[in-house]
């Protein structure tokens, strides 16, 4: 489903799959990232959705989540890579104006 990487205090989490939209896939990748978020309490959390076309409203309410959990602990979720239809659906939602989101993954991560 994704791999995580990290640097320095940043944590990369590269997503594979065009599609997260089994609720269990949801289920257990919100529950991996808020298991790195606890042990790692990273700066930054980027995740890389080059891959990704299409995202549920049940992902995007994990996303939410997971951008609470990070802020709570002092630091930042950065969303990068977004294919055209997924940056559509966040700038038809608004979430584009609560998410930090970056054309690439260096831009994220400086």
Known sequence: MFSIEKRDETIVARFYGPRITNVNDIRN???????????????????????????????????????????????????VNLQ???RQLFEMTRLNTIFEIFTDLESALN
């Open 84 to 86: 055209e239809p997924v």
């Open 29 to 79: 990748t919100g529950q991996a990232l808020m298991c790195v978020i606890e042990e790692e309490k990273p700066i930054t959390l980027v995740l890389d959705l080059c891959k990704v076309n299409y995202l549920p409203s049940a992902m995007l309410g994990k996303l939410a989540a997971i951008r609470t959990s990070v802020s709570k602990h002092g630091g930042k979720l950065r969303l």
